[in-house]
């Protein structure tokens, strides 16, 4: 039975059903959806067509709402729009700059010097007493650059999700709920089951590929703090309060502009590669991945004549 009451009910279904054939879950955009269908209950209970003013009414910024839970509501809305504007039906779709660009924040874009010198540090940990944070860190900062991961993605890999026979890793649990699965490079492969060998010895369970001493895995806060840890390592002869600010999401960020750089100096043609990368990094718009090209310096992105109507293309491997 339907949770939807309004005239646009089944339409509501169909998206939704629409959207789990493509791999995604409801819970994505079902309870926007309900939320939606109980303002078009409530204020417009005639009307048969998505409006502008339904649209507009929804987006009404609630009281504490930041501009991430606008931005996700106004994607739930837009998804809608086009689903039902490709059946050919009248329907209002939200511009998709309707909430405006997210956080000026510029990632750090690390240098292959300072990417040896983190890993390095990572390398020298010391062994302590119940716990196996001495060989976890080493292995999972390098996945997370390697395979271009979330942190909570490497974080949080189950092991049975870790194919060491293929060199495959299924993603699950993923930001955007869509399962998707990446390749290792050989040495990223090597490691692993180097690593998975010495961890068999000390750790029986089966759940977690980076267990946490006492079940479970490690928090957010100790990934941050270790990876700060290295950081400051990596640079001794620099102040620690000196330093850029960096984040372990910033081996996914050095992982994508390395990946675009080796495609310019192939001679690449952008346009024709990038929907790849979205796929092999689980973006959901396209515009996420079209973003690193603006990380690239000037002179680079100038000379690819990026066309922004058409992308195809493949995932090349970056080196530990």
Not at 42 to 51: D, G, I, R, Y
Not at 300 to 305: D, M, Q, T, W, Y
Request: hydrophobic share 40%.
């Amino acid at each position: 039975m339907s949770k939807f009451t309004s005239n646009l009910a089944p339409l509501m279904e169909e998206m939704l059903s629409f959207r789990e054939s493509l791999g995604y879950t409801r819970i994505t955009c079902e309870p926007h959806m309900l939320s939606f269908d109980r303002l078009c209950q409530a204020n417009f209970p005639n009307e048969t067509n998505l409006t502008k003013e339904m649209v507009l009414q929804w987006m009404a910024k609630r009281p504490n709402e930041n501009a991430g839970g606008l931005r996700v509501r106004a994607g739930a809305i837009r998804h809608l729009g086009k689903y039902l504007a490709a059946q050919g039906l009248p329907s209002y779709v939200l511009p998709d700059k309707f909430i405006g660009g997210h956080s000026s924040f510029t990632p750090y874009i690390f240098t292959d010097d300072e990417l040896k010198a983190i890993f390095a540090a990572a390398d020298s940990l010391k062994e302590r007493k119940g716990t196996l944070r001495y060989i976890i860190l080493p292995v999972l900062l390098r996945l997370i650059y390697t395979c271009g991961l979330r942190p909570n993605e490497g974080r949080e890999l189950k092991r049975c999700n870790v194919y060491l026979d293929t060199g495959e890793i299924l993603i699950t649990d993923t930001k955007m709920n869509k399962e998707r699965i990446v390749v290792m490079s050989d040495d990223m492969l090597t490691l692993c089951k180097a690593y998975d060998a010495r961890r068999s010895i000390f750790d029986t369970s089966d759940e977690y590929f980076f267990p946490a001493p006492h079940g479970g895995v490690y928090p957010t806060c100790w990934l941050a703090e270790e990876f700060k840890n290295c950081w400051i390592k990596a640079n001794p002869s620099k102040v620690p309060d000196t330093l850029p600010f960096v984040r372990v999401y910033d081996l996914r960020h050095r992982f994508a502009s390395a990946v675009l750089n080796r495609w310019l100096d192939a001679k690449k043609d952008l346009n024709v590669m990038l929907p790849y990368l979205r796929t092999y990094m689980g973006h959901g718009e396209i515009s996420a991945t079209a973003y690193y090209i603006h990380l690239l310096p000037e002179n680079l992105v100038k000379s690819a004549g990026v066309d922004w109507s058409a992308f195809i293309g493949l995932i090349p491997e970056v080196s530990i």
